[in-house]
């Protein structure tokens, strides 16, 4: 029954229905904020909605155009990857040669010597003379031409004891550096050491001892005339003359020690008569029958600063000559050991009288007297040491790698270990 009031509606009306919506921004915006709602404003180019085609018509070609390039400019210029850069570093031909130097000098010798094969820099700057300051080469073979590089680099100390010395092959014949030198029992031919010998000019501390030397050595040596400290105990094969010479050319010699050389008679008495008077300690034990009592009386007189001496092994002297010792004022330590006919009395007048410090007296006073010494001189020390330390560059054990109270930078030592 209803159907009939109904009126269909035709298609066509259906699909052109036209409805108008009529909105006033004025009044929506009155209405809206009477909501307690704010309106948003309208963007004048609101495309969030608008299709892609109609906002490229909406927007002028000149516009368009800009755009374009933007994203083509975009796309050429894009930032790349962070994977791909490089951070900033130091290469190390920007560091200065002052910081070079100071890495360098903690290295041992084999390092620096493995470094110097790098690049030319490089190896100029390891010949720099502060990283050669002091070198120590105890006991090691030195094949011809080692010594011969290493000490014009400018070596100071060297410290090379018990060492096989090969030809040293110079490059240039010009002084060396070398102050301070231990060549102590080296095996090493006359002809070499004297060709090193003869290119040191400045040597302050020297020790040859148990060496075989000849004239032309000694001679190097007097080119030396501010030698402090002379090693030759034990050495052999100069000339009495050659000593001579020596002595008066190395003028301001505070330490020697001549101990066991092969002296004849002649090269006691030219020694004894030449001492410089600079002379503080003197070793000239060893001369059984060489050394008298007149020869002690020399020393007395022309070396009388004299704080160490050393007369062991001198079986010709008596007490008497104790007598001549109270001349030295200065006097602390004196070795008479297997001085057989010094007397256990006159060796108690002797330090009861004399400010000494210490006494070597062995083979000549028995255990008793020895107590009985020590008892009487409480404040001198009675045979503490076997061997005198007058001009020698080390004392005590081996492991002792001092010169001259100077330690060695550069060592082969760890090597070994």
Request: with cysteine; hydrophobic share 35%; net charge positive.
């Amino acid at each position: 029954m209803h159907r009939r009031h109904l009126q269909e509606i035709p298609a066509s009306s259906r699909n052109t229905l036209n409805l108008s919506w009529s909105w006033d921004m004025k009044k929506s915006s009155d209405l809206l904020c009477g909501m307690g709602v704010t309106p948003m404003e309208k963007d004048p180019q609101d495309t969030e909605n608008t299709p892609q085609d109609q906002i490229v018509k909406m927007t002028p070609p000149q516009k368009r155009q800009k755009k374009k390039e933007k994203e083509d400019l975009f796309i050429i210029a894009r930032r790349p990857r962070t994977g791909r850069t490089c951070p900033p570093g130091v290469s190390w031909d920007s560091l200065p040669d002052e910081l070079l130097l100071s890495l360098f000098s903690y290295m041992r010798l084999t390092d620096l010597l493995r470094i110097s094969r790098v690049c030319k820099r490089w190896s100029r700057l390891t010949c720099d003379e502060s990283l050669w300051h002091s070198l120590d080469l105890t006991a090691r073979y030195l094949t011809d031409g080692i010594i011969g590089s290493l000490l014009p680099r400018g070596v100071v100390v060297l410290r090379c004891p018990r060492s096989s010395i090969g030809e040293p092959l110079f490059k240039a014949i010009r002084p060396l550096r070398l102050q301070h030198a231990d060549f102590s029992n080296c095996t090493v031919t006359t002809d070499v050491l004297r060709s090193i010998i003869s290119l040191c000019h400045r040597l302050h501390n020297l020790s040859l001892e148990g060496m075989e030397l000849t004239d032309d050595i000694l001679c190097a040596i007097a080119q030396n005339s501010d030698l402090l400290r002379l090693n030759l105990g034990g050495c052999s094969g100069f000339s009495a003359e050659s000593l001579r010479q020596m002595l008066k050319s190395c003028t301001e010699l505070e330490e020697l020690n001549l101990s066991w050389c092969d002296f004849t008679v002649d090269h006691v008495k030219i020694a004894v008569d030449n001492f410089p008077r600079t002379l503080i300690q003197l070793n000239i034990s060893g001369y059984r029958q060489n050394l008298d009592i007149a020869d002690v009386e020399s020393i007395v007189q022309r070396c009388p600063d004299l704080t160490s001496l050393d007369l062991s092994d001198s079986v010709m002297l008596t007490s008497d000559c104790l007598s001549m010792l109270h001349l030295l004022l200065r006097l602390q330590h004196i070795g008479l050991s297997r001085c057989y006919q010094i007397s256990p009395a006159s060796l108690l007048e002797l330090g009861k009288h004399m400010p000494l410090k210490t006494l070597s007296v062995f083979g000549i006073v028995t255990d008793s007297s020895l107590q009985l010494l020590k008892e009487s001189l409480p404040h001198i020390k009675i045979n503490c040491s076997y061997f005198s330390t007058v001009a020698r560059p080390s004392t005590g054990t081996r492991k002792n790698r001092d010169i001259w109270g100077m330690k060695c930078k550069l060592s082969l030592k760890d090597v070994d270990s």
